[in-house]
């Protein structure tokens, strides 16, 4: 996916908006940040609830991995609401999952658990680890993209 994300940056090309979360996600994990910046700015506006679901991903796990704790939680807060809008579940343990792990790290673990039981099923009371392996890994779930004392907000 990196490779072919430089590809379309190299080209100017404008990338769909559902293919967003996948480039974005590729670039952070390689460290790019200027990579997934860049394909941000240049994807097209939304033209569907679909598209609108990717774009809010997609921002949310870059304003988390450059540090913008509380535009992470409102983007990935928007795209749990839009998966659940659209009925995708896909989408929801995708999104649900990206937040919860936000939350996790913040040390939140109630309210991950809380954004996590409806996305995977889970039963209540059972620690959030049904993310691991479930969806590819995003590179919120190793970073520490909280310093000491910062905390997400909850919506």
Do not use: K
Not at 22 to 46: I, K, N, Q, Y
Not at 54 to 64: K, V
Not at 110 to 138: K, L, N, R, W
């Amino acid at each position: 996916a990196l490779a072919t994300l430089n590809d379309l940056l190299d080209h100017n090309a404008v990338p769909a908006p559902s293919l967003l979360p996948m480039f974005v996600s590729a670039a952070l994990r390689s460290g790019d940040t200027a990579a997934a910046r860049r394909m941000l700015e240049r994807s097209r506006p939304a033209s569907e609830a679909g598209e609108t679901f990717a774009i809010e991903l997609a921002r949310g796990e870059y304003a988390a991995a450059t540090g913008d704790h509380q535009g992470a939680a409102l983007h990935l807060r928007n795209a749990v609401a839009r998966a659940s809008e659209r009925g995708v579940p896909a989408e929801r343990a995708q999104a649900g999952c990206a937040y919860a792990r936000l939350l996790i790290v913040a040390g939140q673990t109630d309210q991950a658990s809380a954004v996590v039981c409806p996305a995977t099923g889970q039963v209540p009371g059972v620690p959030p680890v049904a993310c691991q392996g479930a969806i590819p890994p995003s590179p919120l779930a190793t970073a520490n993209v909280w310093p000491s004392g910062d905390q997400a907000t909850a919506g």
